[in-house]
Structure formats: structure tokens, C-alpha cells
């Protein structure tokens, strides 16, 4: 089981502090996640300048010029943050049983739920 998801919010834990303009300690939805190269995209995090070529759309209106975008951050580098205490935690997995009935019959499955490990509540 993933330890962080899309959708989930994370902080960055590494790199330049904020005093002197990095992002170190700040916070951000996961936009997008690579699990081949194990790298996050944080929204409002890790942002670059990328020059785009000029276009036109259908319309005649301009596209292109320099865009600020965000850079993937490798996976180790960002944790998640607990829901209670908005400081980020460890995160642990708690196993649960639930029944359901399946055409006729009772069904026993596992749950896995990602748990934080400081507070205990589920992720």
C-alpha cells in the first residue's frame, strides 16, 4: 500500500529553509504521483520557470511565453501530514475485518487503512 496519495496533504521536509526563499516546511495537496521514478507533484511547491514556444489558438489570443509551473520532489523528501495536529507524521497500516454479504453469501475481508503514527487517527 501507497504511503502517499493523490489528493492527500503533505509537507516538504527537505531543502533551503523559507527564511531564505525555499520551500522547506511548507505545505501542499499531491497533484501527481510517478511511482516509476518515485516523485510527487505538489501543488504551489518546487516551482519553476518553463519557456514555452509561442502559439495561436482558434481565437487569434497568444499562447506561450514563460509559465511558472511545479517540478517533481522525490518521495522521501515530502511526508504526510497528520489531520488533527497539521504537523507531519509517520504513517503505519491497520489491518480490519469487514463482512459483507455476496450474493447470498458472507464474505470476510481485510482492510488496510493508513493510520498516523503520532495521533493514531486514519489517513
Known amino acids: 500500500m501507497a504511503t502517499i496519495k493523490k489528493g492527500d496533504l503533505v509537507q516538504l521536509i527537505t531543502g533551503g529553509s523559507q527564511e531564505r526563499g525555499g520551500d522547506r516546511g511548507k505545505q501542499g495537496k499531491v497533484i501527481s504521483i510517478d511511482k516509476k521514478s518515485n516523485r510527487v507533484i505538489v501543488e504551489g511547491l518546487n516551482l519553476v520557470k518553463r519557456h ?30 497528520d489531520p488533527s495536529t497539521k504537523k507531519p507524521t509517520r504513517t503505519g497500516v491497520k489491518l480490519s475485518t469487514v463482512k459483507k454479504t455476496v450474493a447470498g453469501k458472507d464474505v470476510v475481508k481485510t482492510v488496510r487503512t493508513r493510520v498516523a503514527k503520532k495521533s493514531g487517527k486514519e489517513l
Do not use: F, M
Open 52 to 81: 514555452v514556444k509561442v502559439g495561436q489558438t482558434e481565437r487569434g489570443s497568444k499562447t506561450g511565453g514563460i509559465e511558472t509551473v511545479e517540478a517533481p520532489i522525490h518521495i522521501s523528501n515530502v511526508q504526510l501530514v
